[in-house]
């Protein structure tokens, strides 16, 4: 923290929070760098994601926060030149450690992309694969009841509960997005990531999604990453402001956009540039 | 600057003044007629190119077609044979061996010579004879052998002619050429008419072509022995190339490390792609016949010597196929806690599929009409039997086609069409079924 104070403005808030105690800290990073290859994406990001809360993060494109959600799941090991460092702990075990099997992780941790993506199968298909996969379910009544839930949560049932056998791929940019998230929370994730997820869909649609997501804190912790700041303000109780793969300024959301303590976040915010 | 003159070709500087505007729309109107001149010029290029196309296969298909219809025809004539008992079986005692081996050379010739008896002459009753075909003494041993209470009797066979004879029927040997340069002499010639004048020659589907194997008689040719070579070649390669190429291309494409090593694997799976066929066959001779003592002229060889030759379009087809799937598919399965060999088995695999067996049925077309190889592992011999598994001895449809495009006998040039119009069946149809099957899983994202 000593020299993060001169790159990022995280003490105040933090202190505060500290202060007040109530939150439980979800995910806890520390000093984390991503590195593509020769070129770094993220320099010494130090972030804590509460609990039951939406953690929005923010900035002009590329300045890495896509990158840093990505890294919560270890989405990155795709990328074969992409490396990471420093400390992500979910609750207490590092994510990066060795011990940690990727796959569980991801059922703990899970992701809504940016283009809705659902499979190429019928609608029930996509939302029970993931109990599916993971064994949740026990027998087919269980798994009708897990895809009933997820569908009812994600504010979908009653406009699918008809055509559960029709294709996933022929409902509508909003309906597709909805039923990813069915489809995450199906598997009974703690955290879900949301990696711009209404960047795709239309005002309504996306009215929809930031309902659904304030619906959805009450039960897990959800990262959002946005483009759309007046988004980060509906729906995010804590925002976090990325520029260059730094972390400029990290705090509650009203905060953050009506009193930023950094010079870039108020340029941000304002409109001067990104 | 804003100064632009007629001659001046470069319209894009037009100038935004009223004025001026008029004489770059001057300029704009003129290029636009070459503009259209030359896209004219280019549509009728394209045309010429698709007309000459289409005008080489019609040709090929027209000259194949037209000289070998007429293998699909066989004469025959109806002869009514005695089989006396004392010529096959002397002593009455039935047995099978004696039975087989009777001359019933001599029934069925006497049978012919009863209807010509003015003919005297040893050569004579020699010609008369060679205008049937070798394959009615057989024919008549092997119904006296499947019922002996035949014998004593007198029986009506449809037997074909030679293929001389034949050939004459169709017209390919005409009466007053040279007598020396046909093989049907004249007093054949008007035996024949002699014959055809009784009414009992006539021409009927020749149904020998699709059922027999090769022979030395091209009358008592057929492709069938070919086509079950190539079946069972085809199967070995399919079983043992499509899994291989499959697995190869997932492995490569999903979870290979993407360094100097693979690099160099994949460079040279696409330059295995282009080794010559005949080199597989050299190979093949080398290591799968000399080295591991594999049966020569087997399907089992051809087929494996096919499937290193097939491997490489499958694998290239499959890994396309494979990075045709959207990233976005992967991405959703693994955000969802998939592991990599469920993402590959529970979606991957199942939307290239169509991908990878178009590229599998286009490699094993390719594999079908290939003769090279199988020269070189002694699929090239002579054989008369139809193979029954993938060890026995066996030709295959384009090497049939090669034996008999280099025989001597003038009734194996349409053979020889016909032959390949079967082989062009077999292609168009895996083709066919490519196309099919591409358009009918093709999805959408």
Known sequence: M????????VAPADAALTAAGARDTKFHTRKVCVYYGEKQALFDVDLDIFSNEVTALIGPSGCGKSTYLRSLNRMNDTIDICRVTGDIILDDIDVYSREIDVVHLRARVGMVFQKPNPFPKSIYENVCYGPRIHGIASGKADLDQIVEESLIKAGLWNEVK?????????????????????????????????????????????????????ELRENYTIVIVTHSMQQAARVSQRTAFFHLGYLVEVGETEQIFTNPVDQRTQDYITGRFG | MTDITMNDSSEMNAPPTAHKGATAAEAVRRSLKRRYAAEA?????????????????????ATIISSGMSAFRATVIELEVDLDASVIDPDGTRNPQTLATANY????????????????????????????????????????????????????????????????????????????DRRVNDKQMAWFDDLKAKGIVSTRFNTTFFTAADSREPELAGIWGAVTGSFFTMLVTLLLSFPIGVAAAVYLEEFAPKNRITQVIEVN??????????????????????????????????GMVLALMTLPTIIIAGRAALKAVPPSIREAALGLGASPVQVVSHHLLPLAMPGMLTGTIIG??????????????????????????????????????????????????????????????????MNALAVVLRKRFERRW
């Open chain 2, 269 to 302: 799976i696409n330059n295995l792609a282009a080794v010559p066929s005949i080199v597989f066959g050299l190979l093949g001779l080398a290591v799968f016949i000399n080295f591991f003592g594999l049966p020569r002229s087997a399907p089992l060889v051809g």
């Open chain 1, 162 to 214: 008809d055509r559960l056998d029709a294709p996933g791929t022929g409902l509508s940019g909003g309906q597709q997005q909805r039923l990813c998230i069915a489809r995450a929370i199906a598997v009974h994730p703690e955290v879900i990531l949301m990696d711009e997820p209404c960047s795709a869909l239309d005002p309504i649609a996306t009215a929809k999604i930031e309902e659904l997501i304030d």
């Open chain 2, 105 to 180: 050379r001599a029934l069925v010739f006497n049978s012919l010579r009863g209807m010509f008896p003015d003919v005297t002459s040893r050569n004579d009753r020699r010609d008369l004879t060679a205008m049937l075909s070798r394959g009615a003494s057989f024919q008549v041993q092997k119904l006296v052998v499947d019922d002996p209470s035949l014998i004593g009797s007198k029986i009506k066979i449809t037997v074909p002619v030679s293929s001389d004879v034949d050939l004459y029927e169709k017209g390919v040997i005409k009466k007053g050429t040279d007598s020396a």
């Open chain 2, 364 to 429: 094993m077309a390719q594999a079908l009409g290939e003769t090279a190889p199988l020269l070189m592992i002694g699929m090239v011999a002579f054989i008369v039997d139809i193979p029954g598994g993938v060890t026995d001895p066996a030709t295959v449809l384009p090497v049939q086609v090669y034996l008999w495009a280099d025989s001597p006998e003038r009734a194996f040039v349409a053979r020889t069409s016909a032959a390949i119009m079967v082989l062009l069946g077999f292609l168009v149809f």
């Open chain 1, 2 to 9: 000593e020299s993060a104070t001169i790159k990022t403005a």
């Open chain 2, 41 to 61: 010029r280019f549509r009728a290029y394209g045309i010429a190119a698709v007309i000459f196309a289409m005008l080489a296969l019609t040709t090929l298909f």
